[in-house]
């Protein structure tokens, strides 16, 4: 079972660059979300999605695009990075119950110089 | 607008020694989630447990068990006669109940070093 799969798991920016950070899930969840982590700052919501042609701000959006197009597929997009976007980040997906608990990827490492 | 608080953020404990880790919550809603997260040091997001509001039993799992109390918005989580792979980054978190757009709030985490 592949679960949740990102790529890269490690990329080096400059700034003003841009990118986009891949998650797929092969779960048919309904459900899917991007969160970064920071030290000391937990883990913040970017962008979800309840479902394909749906998304939604989450608790720190800016600077930071996404869309869903498939079940599958919910890439996060960089359109102009910054150093204050050096972070770690995840995506995870759940069916659409509230009380089912997310299935994270295994992270993407991101550092802009 | 729901919030969770871990306000231990290192603990460090000699193997064997029990440990809890504290998580307060807080949310206006009536129906709710709540869900411990481990993060060893490989970096994965590993889920523990979930509790629903509306049921208050305590839950053991071998070494862990947890403690909800809704009366003081707690929801700890307890190590019995820890081990070095117990040493990880723990993570609360709370759901409302909004379906589908039901979102998770994680605590700023705890880190449990467990000496050998």
């Known amino acids: 079972n592949a679960g949740v799969t990102q790529t890269p798991k490690f990329q080096v920016l400059k700034t003003g660059q841009s990118m986009t950070l891949q998650c797929a899930q092969d779960?048919?969840?309904?459900?899917m979300s991007w969160y970064r982590q920071d030290p000391g700052m937990g883990l913040r919501l970017i962008h979800y999605s309840v479902g394909a042609g749906i998304t939604d701000q989450g608790e720190v959006p800016n600077g930071y695009n996404v869309s869903r197009s498939t079940t599958e597929d919910f890439p996060l997009r960089l359109l102009s990075a910054a150093p204050s976007q050096t972070s770690v980040y995840f995506c995870?997906?759940?069916?659409?119950?509230?009380?089912?608990?997310?299935?994270f990827g295994n992270g993407t490492r991101l550092t802009v110089t | 607008a729901q919030k969770v608080t871990q306000a231990q953020t290192e603990i460090s404990v000699v193997e064997k020694e029990d440990v809890t880790l504290d998580c307060v919550y807080e949310t206006r809603d009536t129906t709710y989630y709540l869900f411990w997260y481990k993060q060893p040091p490989s970096g994965e997001l590993v889920f523990l447990i979930r509790r629903n509001s509306f049921d208050e039993q305590n839950e053991i799992s071998g070494r862990y068990s947890w403690n909800f109390q809704k009366s003081t918005s707690s929801f700890n989580f307890t190590i019995t006669a820890s081990q070095v792979v117990d040493s990880a980054v723990y993570f609360c978190?709370?759901?409302?109940?909004?379906?589908?757009?039901?979102?998770?709030?994680f605590g700023k985490g705890i880190t449990l070093s467990v000496r050998p």
């Open positions: 779960m048919n969840h309904e459900y």
């Open positions: 978190a709370l759901s409302e109940s909004r379906g589908a757009n039901s979102k998770l709030t």
């Open positions: 995870a997906s759940r069916p659409g119950q509230a009380n089912s608990p997310l299935h």
